[in-house]
């Protein structure tokens, strides 16, 4: 099971990225994805969460309403779509991925490498 997230860079505040999760070595649509980030000094903090059916989503209140979270599976990939981006945004983002739904914490059983994402004009 390999998780790669792609997409991170310097944006301004306003701006948006796309981050991409890429998975391989497992059939992502039986897989719900999560998505984290950690800041500097501060504790890793739950982004957003598809289940593997779509059929729910979750966010952070920090994130409600500026970041979507979407999967094709056909494409192996997931997506966090992050608009009105804000100096509080940046970090470095990960994604994760366990069976079936949503976890309720943070128990996800594969965790991919991370994508720095910076705010900042």
């Known amino acids: 099971v390999q998780l790669q997230a792609s997409g991170g860079g310097l944006v301004q505040p306003g701006g948006s990225l796309r981050l991409s999760c890429a998975a391989s070595?497992?059939?992502?649509?039986?897989?719900?994805i999560g998505w984290f980030r950690q800041a500097p000094g501060k504790e890793r903090e739950g982004v957003s969460c598809i289940s593997s059916n779509a059929g729910s989503t979750y966010y952070a209140d920090s994130v409600k309403g500026r970041f979507t979270i979407s999967r094709d599976n056909a494409k192996h990939t997931t997506h966090l779509q992050m608009n009105s981006l804000k100096p509080e945004d940046t970090a470095v983002y990960y994604c994760?991925?366990?069976?079936?739904?949503?976890?309720?914490?943070?128990?996800?059983?594969?965790w991919g490498q991370g994508t720095l994402v910076t705010v900042s004009s």
């Open positions: 994760a991925t366990v069976p079936g739904a949503c976890p309720v914490a943070d128990e996800y059983d594969y």
């Open positions: 070595g497992f059939t992502l649509e039986y897989y719900a």
